[in-house]
């Protein structure tokens, strides 16, 4: 139930397009669902963040859709650039009595030009 | 300004070693969180230190241990090494203890143990 599935493992995606990464979840204690993002040899970076208050957020080229009933949530990479080339985690948590963050297996994301 | 800084980079080890991980906050941050990334896989949480006091532990044996120091750095203790134990280690962290809290990642040490 602490499980955070992600998809698809791998995404190449043409400059300009849109990358669009999902991931679901089971646990409805979950009340955050972060995106991170890492650069070859580099730890994760915060991206973007949702709770499930709202239906989307968009932060620049990128939005996270969250979808509390099916428990599913995605982040669009709007007019994908080159320097987007990463690997890009989804995570959750909740008030479990530990703060941890669970993360997904993560999707490479290759921009082609 | 400096991020979240780690040592050593990289470590090579042997089945059955101790090894000793290292990890400096950024300068305020007084939560540190330890995670393991083996490869092709998300960051695993390991544990959470607030205030020099654990506030979190994640699925992992008791030969894996951790400390907080008085001036918030913190360092990952593994005794035993398995061969499993080979990844990348990641520490992370925030201004407080809650998790909504932006988390900021070192690049980690990579363990290699043969």
């Known amino acids: 139930q602490q499980q955070v599935k992600q998809s698809p493992q791998s995404l190449i995606v043409q400059k300009g397009g849109i990358s669009i990464i999902n991931c679901a979840y089971e646990?409805?204690?979950?009340?955050?669902f972060p995106w991170y993002q890492q650069f070859p040899g580099k730890g994760p970076a915060l991206l973007i963040a949702?709770?499930?208050?709202?239906s989307e957020k968009k932060e620049g080229r990128f939005t996270i859709s969250f979808n509390k009933s099916a428990k599913q949530f995605s982040l669009h990479i709007m007019d994908s650039q080159p320097g987007d080339s990463a690997t890009y985690f989804c995570a959750a948590s909740g008030s479990f009595g530990n703060e941890k963050l669970t993360f997904g297996t993560g999707t490479r994301l290759t921009i082609i030009p | 300004d400096a991020g979240v800084t780690q040592s050593p980079t990289h470590l090579i080890k042997t089945r059955g070693q101790h090894v000793t991980l290292r990890c400096s906050p950024i300068?305020?941050?007084?939560?540190v969180s330890w995670y393991q990334q083996v490869l092709g896989q998300g960051p695993q949480f390991i544990f959470q230190?607030?205030?020099?006091?654990?506030?979190g532990r994640g699925n992992f044996p008791d030969r894996f241990s951790a400390r907080q120091f008085p001036n918030y750095s913190s360092e990952l203790n593994v005794n035993a090494l398995l061969l499993g134990d080979s990844a990348l280690y990641l520490c992370?962290?925030?201004?407080?203890?809650?998790?909504?809290?932006?988390?900021?990642f070192g690049s980690g040490t990579q363990l290699s143990v043969l």
């Open positions: 992370a962290s925030s201004i407080g203890q809650g998790v909504r809290e932006k988390l900021f």
């Open positions: 300068s305020g941050h007084k939560s």
């Open positions: 949702i709770r499930p208050d709202v």
């Open positions: 230190y607030y205030e020099k006091e654990e506030r």
């Open positions: 646990n409805t204690a979950f009340d955050y």
